[in-house]
């Protein structure tokens, strides 16, 4: 017991070295009891940068989606506005972003203020400004995959502001750029799943059609976490007795994640608590 | 001589004394007047570079009235009503003017006539370059000029001169309704603007200027750094003159007044009232970049002045959405920033709008106008008819066609191409039936049903895709296009 101590010990000598966290902020719970106990701050941490990535080209709406549903629940426990900066080339290759989709997914679009710029220094401008603005909820950059200025030193800055202002930042980068090294909090590897077919009967139509949004989430990044860092694939799908993927579903109406039941052929139940012997051994 | 290039070829549009004196006019085109004269000295006219020298030119000439207009593309009107008597009657504001044109350089053909539309006839086809016309002279004076003093339009000058009405004599008391009938109501508006029957006039250059502060300097200032001081003046001077009134700004110009007359105008617009010095200076600051290349000379003087004011009595408390209100009120420096720097059309906020056609349910506006609550729960359960996740997350501005392969003619595809990729659909929903509104759109424009379907391929990405028009219709083969994107 006496080693755990020490570690302890060591962390809180780390952090405030660090000077990251200042103030504690609270964390947003994702949902699932699974989810939440791999993220330190059995959380998503406020007042921190995250950065999402696409798993492939195509899943590009699928991040932005699943940025949009962690901000839903951002927004419900902090007041304010939330700033989304996007290059226009993109917003005319991807399409812009639609309202009323929003708001289906449950995030209010009244909260929200677009700003389009030309190139990713601007884009990473306005974060910094608006990350120095407590009565904003949170900010959302979109970086193109040839974004050089966003490196160490720029997420580092983001970080710090987020930090002292307690203003939540989200960065979709359109690709992982292999061997980066920032400062964000976690980051996240999305991809589409297929959805579970749902029986409808609306004036869109009747019959079985795509159900709420689901996407296979990996966590290849966590500070002071235990678990993720890799980025070698998702073989076994478990990591020492620790998940860090997992397939989610989006519930719009009470704006949380769930863990659909797992299907017949996937790898075997995990949630059997923490390995605790590995969480040590890192 | 100067020449631009058309699509109907290169055609002379300016051209100094000595050709004018060898026969040639404006309008003729290039290669005529090289077959007559071929040692002619041409160059290209630069259109843009004159309308800046003439807009200039009527900035400068607010020093006679305010009431100034530029008559693109070669002259400047001025609203004289009330001014002659301080520059020693018509007749000495005609000799001041004169003198200060000639020197500058210009040769220029001045008329003081009762009415605008009169004067701008005479200034240019009256035989003499300054010319008075009291009001008693004015029909016996424009009756001689041709009818191109009139300011007409492109279409109806040729058609008056080849009935041979080729002066404005030919159409003085001529009977109304027939000239009505052939040339449109414009030639006797203009006659009778002209003749001072009809009222016309024009408004000041400027915009009226409700309060202003300005500054002048001992020496020429050029680097940024003193521009940046005297702003921290300026918007002091104006913060404590708006403090007095009890206003705030929404709008304001910093002018900064070069030695050579020429002046760099920032014009600047904020989201709230606001008579913050520091954040105003800060906002002008920004727009100062690469300001030490246009100065020139030097800035001898700057002014400030407030363009668009609000009241503005100390903070408000909010009485409405707290959450949504109070928060805006303290991000106004942030938008004005972001507005700033990329400009009000870049930072937008979104309002439903009450229409069922997808790309009609949601504009953006800018953050500059005043932020309203809604209600876009509601609005969203309406537009999708109770159905969840019936609309994308992302919608292109335009809907791009792709190739499908349908089981039945009116189903869903079975496989759709986009963008070079290929998607086989596992499953799909629909279709969604959306009607244009026929009341809005314009004669002519396509106006065809839309059946939207959700798919999901199979590798889990959902899109929306749609099809134009109904089959057996009589119309042309339906077509399928994308138009959104899901989460």
């Known amino acids: ?282 | 001589m100067l020449v631009t290039t058309s699509d109907s070829g290169q055609r002379i549009t300016a051209l100094n004394r000595a050709a004018e004196q060898l026969g040639f006019l404006p309008g003729m085109t290039l290669a005529d007047a090289r077959a007559i004269h071929p040692a002619l000295r041409v160059d290209r006219a630069d259109l843009a570079g004159d309308h800046r020298a003439l807009m200039r030119l009527a900035f400068w000439c607010q020093c006679f009235s305010p009431f100034t207009r530029a008559d693109a593309p070669d002259g400047v009107s001025l609203d004289i009503t009330g001014c002659a008597h301080l520059f020693g009657g018509e007749a000495g504001l005609l000799d001041m003017l004169s003198r200060k044109l000639g020197g500058f350089g210009l040769t220029a053909k001045l008329a003081i006539a009762p009415t605008v539309g009169a004067a701008w006839g005479l200034a240019r086809h009256a035989a003499s370059p300054r010319l008075v016309v009291p009001r008693q002279d004015l029909r016996s004076a424009l009756a001689p000029l041709p009818v191109a003093a009139l300011c007409l339009d492109a279409a109806s000058l040729p058609a008056l001169e080849k009935l041979g009405l080729k002066r404005i004599d030919d159409l003085l008391d001529k009977p109304r309704a027939p000239l009505v009938a052939r040339f449109g109501p414009l030639v006797l508006r203009r006659l009778d603007e002209a003749l001072g029957h009809e009222e016309a006039s024009f408004g000041p250059l400027s915009p009226p200027v409700l309060h202003a502060v300005t500054c002048r300097f001992a020496e020429p200032i050029i680097t940024r750094e003193a521009i940046e001081i005297a702003i921290g003046r300026l918007t002091a001077d104006l913060a404590a003159d708006l403090e007095r009134a009890a206003r705030g700004v929404r709008r304001v110009e910093l002018r900064l007044f070069r030695v050579d007359g020429w002046f760099e105008a920032l014009p600047l617009a904020t989201s709230t009232a606001t008579r913050d010095a520091p954040h105003l200076a800060r906002l002008l600051g920004e727009r100062l970049d690469r300001i030490e290349d246009r100065a020139g000379f030097g800035f001898e003087a700057a002014s400030l002045s407030a363009l668009q004011v609000e009241n503005l009595t100390g903070r408000q408390e909010d009485l409405g959405d707290e959450a949504l209100v109070g928060a805006r009120g303290d991000i106004a420096p942030l938008l004005d920033r972001l507005v700033n720097r990329f400009g009000a059309r870049h930072v937008m906020r979104a309002e439903p709008h009450a229409s069922y056609v997808p790309e009609r349910a949601a504009r953006a506006v800018s953050v500059l106008k005043p932020a309203k609550s809604h209600d876009w729960c509601a609005h969203a359960r309406i537009v999708q008819d109770g159905a969840p996740f019936a609309r994308p997350l992302f919608l292109l501005a335009v809907p791009e066609p792709v190739t499908t392969l349908a089981g039945v003619p009116d189903g869903p595809p079975t496989r759709f191409e986009w963008r070079r990729v290929a998607h086989r659909v596992a499953s799909a929903e629909g279709p969604e039936r959306i009607a244009p509104e026929w009341w809005l759109a314009p004669v002519g424009a396509s106006r065809r049903t839309r059946d939207y379907y959700r798919v999901e391929d199979e590798a889990g990405r959902r899109f929306w895709l749609f099809r134009e028009g109904l089959y057996e219709r009589g119309e042309d083969t339906p077509r399928w296009f994308i138009h959104g994107v899901f989460a």
């Not at chain 1, 809180?12 to 701050?41: C, F, K, N, S, Y």
Request: hydrophobic fraction near 45%; aromatic fraction near 8%; include cysteine.
């Open chain 1, 1 to 282: 017991m006496k080693h755990a101590f020490d570690i302890e010990a060591l962390r809180r000598r780390i952090a405030t070295q660090e000077r990251l966290t200042p103030v504690r902020r609270p964390a947003v719970p994702l949902g699932p009891a699974a989810l939440d106990a791999a993220l330190p701050a059995h959380g998503l941490a406020t007042g921190a940068l995250h950065e999402l990535v696409p798993a492939a080209h195509g899943d590009f709406a699928a991040g932005i989606g699943f940025g949009f549903c962690l901000l839903a629940r951002i927004a419900r426990s902090r007041a304010g506005q939330v700033l989304w900066a996007v290059p226009a080339h993109l917003e005319h290759r991807e399409g812009g972003l639609y309202p009323p989709g929003l708001a289906a997914l449950g995030f209010d679009p009244g909260r929200l203020i677009q700003v389009t710029a030309r190139k990713p220094i601007d884009i990473l401008w306005a974060l910094e400004e608006a990350l120095g603005h407590a009565p904003l909820a949170a900010v959302v950059g979109v970086l193109p995959e040839k974004a050089r200025d966003y490196d160490f030193p720029a997420s580092r800055r983001l970080a710090l502001r987020a930090a002292a202002q307690g203003v939540t930042a989200l960065i979709l980068r359109e690709r992982e750029v292999p061997g980066m090294s920032t400062a964000a909090e976690t980051r996240w590897s999305i991809a589409s799943l297929p959805s579970r077919l749902e029986g409808m009967t609306s004036r869109a139509g009747a019959g079985f059609g795509p159900g709420a949004p689901r996407w296979q989430i990996k966590l290849t990044k966590c500070r002071k976490g235990t678990s993720g860092g890799r980025s070698d694939g998702w073989s076994a799908g478990w990591h020492g007795g620790r998940p860090d993927n997992w397939d989610v579903e989006w519930d719009h109406e009470t704006l949380s994640f769930r863990l659909p039941p797992p299907l017949a052929d996937r790898a075997p139940a995990w949630a059997s608590g923490i390995d605790s012997s590995w969480a040590e051994a890192s």
